[in-house]
């Protein structure tokens, strides 16, 4: 009696949980269901009350404009070559240095990961003078995507996170293939890399979405128009078009549109790579 009892009360719990979550879901999606129905709106639409979720007369020629109003196309390819050589170089080095981090015995192995990890707590804006300066006067690479790719080419958070789920691996793995004659990047490359998926989407995902929209070191870094990036494409295109609303909110969906694309095909992935990493001290 006491089990049947307790059934519709985990039903009704279960059922309110799910009510819930529909709903916190809602209220993050409406922002931007209201940013693609501005997209598709007059000016003098955008802003009405009550808010018109589905324009009568939807204006597609919002998409077409904003590819004529600025150089669109040179600025999606700059962020794009920057972003995918800056994900693979942070792939590349984060995985490489959790493996030693991870598996490797040597001395000092702990105080050097600390050391490094602590940077992760000093603020980029703390630095940045500095650094502008050691770039520009010193590699001579102001105004090149150069200087932005060395700068993000790796990560303290990155190797943590690779770490963690390194050390999830058995030792006994490695052990085991150093045994049939396997060196080091072979294990790293054979072993270490395909039981790392998880974390490795994960870590693609934030490089990806943080360097498609850093905004301040491209700022900071690139002067010539021709090789500027989208976000800062995005903010002269606000400057010189402010009233413009329907075409800001057009550039905003298509700038939105590749950081989604990346976060769906690498999604179900992510979860568990969040669940399987930083877990283990």
């Known amino acids: 009696m006491t089990a049947a009892r307790r059934q519709p009360s985990k039903i009704i719990a279960k059922v309110l949980l799910y009510f819930v979550l529909v709903l916190i879901a809602l209220v993050c999606l409406v922002p931007f269901v209201w940013m693609i129905s501005a997209s598709l709106k007059l000016n003098k639409d955008v ?4 808010i018109q979720w ?4 939807p204006r597609f020629l919002n998409y077409k404009e904003i590819w004529e109003q600025i150089p669109l196309g040179r600025f999606i390819f700059n962020t794009t070559k920057i972003t995918v050589i800056v994900t693979f170089l942070q792939l590349l080095t984060s995985s490489f240095a959790a493996y030693a981090f991870a598996k490797l015995r040597f001395k000092g192995r702990n105080a050097l990961f600390l050391c490094y990890i602590c940077t992760i707590a000093v603020p980029w804006q ?15 690479l ?12 790796f990560s303290a958070f990155g190797v943590f996170l690779m770490r963690q789920f390194y050390m999830d691996v058995p030792d006994e793995l490695c052990e085991a293939a150093r045994i049939d004659g396997m060196n080091e990047y072979q294990i790293w490359a054979e072993i270490m890399l395909p039981l790392s998926k998880p974390a490795l989407a994960t870590l693609t995902i ?6 498609w ?18 976000q800062i ?13 329907g075409l800001i909110f057009a550039a905003s969906v298509v700038v939105l549109i590749p ?13 568990q790579g969040i669940a399987t990493s930083g877990l283990k001290g």
């Open 142 to 153: 102001n105004d090149t995507h150069l200087a932005i790719i060395c700068l993000q080419a």
């Open 233 to 245: 494409g995005l903010r002269m295109f606000i400057s010189q078009y402010s009233s413009e609303y």
């Open 54 to 57: 589905i324009p009568e007369n």
């Open 126 to 140: 703390s630095y940045m003078v500095p650094q502008f300066i050691m770039m520009r006067n010193t590699f001579h």
């Open 213 to 230: 929209n850093d905004f301040l070191g491209p700022l900071i870094y690139l002067t010539t128009t021709e090789k500027k990036t989208i």
């Open 47 to 50: 802003f009405a009350f009550p």
């Open 206 to 211: 934030f490089t990806f979405v943080s360097t």
């Open 259 to 271: 950081v989604l694309v990346v976060f769906l095909l690498l999604q179900k992935y992510f979860v």
